[in-house]
């Protein structure tokens, strides 16, 4: 059984690799059994219970509701096995006693790892002892007791005990000389104790220890207005040493990276395609702040192949100056003085999360400082991801604590965009509904790239942020049988090269159709390719067959029309048992029997979408799936008229 103070009070028993919570009840509840924790095998009186729970007036029947949740208390430690613990809850008296092996709390346990370790006698013993300390916190102290001061203040001295922790951490480290270490380690605590002077002093030394005399030094002048807007006082002596022990020393040189051979390829070859090489790292004006790298791209698609002059356009957009008249696989020339945005648009299924990944990953030694990615669901068949949300999830990654992340989103974004401003940072904003969901989310440093994939064009985000777009069209026929041949295997490609060739043609060259066929036939190793693309030709089964569990082109196109206002829906499914490749104004407006001038913005909200190409002015084009899915599906889940029109999001099914 184990105890938790140091985020949610909770009680877990059984086995360490599934331990299963104890239903405790309210704060009310919670909170006695904190109160109880915090001092363990000692006597409460049922006054200070009292005083704990309840910051104002109590009410006349406190010392029976005390009662109340000590007696469920009990019930609830007994079915959890308490007596096979030596765990009793008992009354003396007007108090209550918990007794139980003190080992079983975790702030016990925080408490014995940290007297343990001696971070200038025994450093390198103290490290592990003192991150297994920190790794008790789940979150900050006290979560879910009740907001009165005796819980706030036993909270703000658990908090105390953490940041001195972390404290001796980095002393550890330092002693070790791993400054970047120890960098790592103070500058969350830093961002969210700004007023700690102890703390910041530490991490300005340990900034200038690893060559980064500038942003320590920037450390101090934020501090110190900070202290003169807040507090109306001047630097202490203790952050006012640390300022001129950096101006009196030498300069240290930046450190350098290993010199690496540019012929040397970064990741073997994936379906055929070699991955770019590292590129080399950014001037030292560039140095990142400190703190951890987040790694949050998914993994690399498996069987991707192909996309040469697309990727090279990322790369060109991405990385201005990075090698622009290279093909893609060249070695990037250098990192650029500044990234931009990249934005790619495309029907569902067309690869476009596959795309960004891909990349990614090929150039991951362009970004030392992390990779950050975020499904903003736009066309996933849900609620959308909220921009606070997202913002939340980067600062995590970054090593923000959870309890130093502000609340609302503007404060968020501020600090999220503080953290990146000197960093060499990619982030993949994928499955975008919009451009005001996209643009609290972008980096805006001058050393960060950022990928944003939509199925709608955001020209917003064109407009008002230089969002550059990277168009992503369907698979030609020979990278299409080369897909099928990379998922199945060539020899079965080779077996029937002209029924590979026709299914491309069945699933219009889109990726997401071609794998979702590819699974039909590796489930069947004894179908011919000519046997699938038998089934396929039946225009009434083609949409069935081209799925693969939540994975199919239906799901995908079903996510989009979702978007649409029930006029434009309507529009699309006239359009789909209407015309057999393409129609112009005059021809949609005949066959809906609607207004040309309406007509018109209709059919431009459907190609915005993707759902039409407009291959020339005014003359529009449909897809063999779109139509089949606007015949049989395409009027369902549509919005009411006049909802809609205005905000479509993305849904990318696998890369």
Not at 508 to 523: C, F, W
């Amino acid at each position: 059984m184990d105890f938790s103070l140091l985020g949610p009070v909770t009680v877990t028993t059984g086995p360490v690799e599934a331990p299963v919570e104890l239903p405790l009840g309210p704060a009310k509840r919670r909170s006695v059994l904190a109160m109880l924790l915090l001092r363990p095998n000692s006597t409460v009186s049922v006054d200070q219970l009292v005083a704990g729970l309840w910051e104002d007036e109590p009410p006349a029947h406190a010392r029976t509701v005390i009662q109340g949740h000590v007696s469920r208390l009990r019930a609830a430690l007994a079915e959890g096995g308490a007596d096979e613990h030596g765990i009793e809850l008992t009354t003396h008296s007007s108090a209550y006693l918990l007794r139980l092996p003190a080992t079983l709390v975790d702030t016990v346990r925080f408490d014995d790892l940290v007297a343990g370790a001696d971070p200038e006698s025994a450093p390198a013993d103290a490290v592990p002892m003192l991150r297994r300390a920190l790794g008790l916190w789940r979150g900050p102290a006290l979560t879910g007791t009740v907001a009165s001061p005796p819980f706030a203040a036993a909270a703000h001295a658990l908090e105390e005990r953490r940041l001195t922790a972390v404290e001796a951490l980095a002393r550890a480290h330092g002693a070790l000389g791993e400054y970047e270490k120890a960098a790592g380690v103070l500058h969350p605590a830093a961002l969210g104790n700004p007023l700690r002077e102890g703390l910041i002093a530490d991490l300005m030394l340990v900034l200038y220890r690893t060559g980064r005399q500038s942003d320590a030094i920037a450390w101090f002048h934020r501090t110190r207005e900070m202290l003169a807007d807040d507090l109306g006082v001047d630097p202490g002596e203790r952050l006012s040493a640390a300022y001129q022990e950096i101006l009196r020393a030498a300069p240290v040189p930046e450190p350098q990276p290993e010199p690496r051979d540019p012929r040397e390829p970064r990741d073997p070859r994936v379906g055929g395609e070699a991955a770019a090489p590292a590129a080399p790292a950014a001037p030292a004006a560039a140095a990142a702040a400190s703190g951890p790298a987040p790694e949050l791209l998914p993994r690399p698609p498996a069987g991707f192949l192909g996309r040469d002059a697309e990727l090279a356009e990322l790369t060109r957009l991405a990385l201005p100056g990075a090698g622009q008249d290279r093909p893609y696989g060249g070695a990037p020339a250098g990192l650029p003085a500044e990234g931009g945005i990249a934005l790619v648009t495309g029907p569902a299924g067309v690869g476009k999360t596959g795309l960004a990944v891909h990349w990614g990953h090929a150039y991951a030694a362009a970004f030392p400082d992390g990779r950050l990615f975020a499904d903003l669901r736009g066309f996933s068949g849900g609620e959308e991801a909220e921009p606070a949300a997202v913002l939340r999830e980067f600062l995590l990654a970054m090593g923000t604590p959870a309890d130093q992340i502000p609340p609302s989103e503007q404060a968020a974004g501020a600090l999220y965009r503080s953290l990146v401003a000197q960093r060499r940072l990619l982030v993949v904003l994928d499955n975008a509904s919009s451009s005001a969901q996209v643009r609290p989310l972008l980096p805006g440093g001058p050393h960060c790239a950022t990928l944003v994939t939509s199925r709608s064009r955001l020209d917003g985000l064109i407009a008002t942020d230089a969002a550059r777009p990277v168009r992503l069209h369907a698979l030609g026929p020979a990278d299409g049988v080369a897909l099928i041949g990379a998922l199945l295997g060539p020899d079965r490609v080779a077996e029937d090269p002209a029924a590979a060739e026709e299914l491309v043609t069945l699933c219009d060259g889109l990726p997401l159709a071609l794998r979702a066929a590819s699974a039909q036939l590796v489930a069947r190793p004894r179908w011919r390719l000519a046997r699938l693309a038998t089934a396929l030709r039946d225009e009434r089964r083609r949409l069935a067959l081209l799925s693969a569990e939540d994975a199919g082109v239906a799901a995908a196109l079903r996510n989009s029309v979702a978007r649409l206002s029930a006029d434009d829906a309507q529009l699309l499914r006239a359009l789909g048992a209407g015309f057999a490749r393409e129609v112009n104004t005059a021809e949609a407006a005949a066959l809906s029997g609607a207004d040309p001038d309406l007509i018109q913005d209709s059919l431009e909200r459907l190609a915005e979408m993707h759902l039409l190409d407009e291959e020339a002015t005014n003359r529009y084009v449909m897809s063999d799936l779109v139509k089949l899915f606007a015949q049989g599906d395409g009027g369902r889940g549509a919005a009411p008229s006049g909802e809609g029109s205005g905000g479509p999001r993305e849904g990318e099914g696998p890369p």
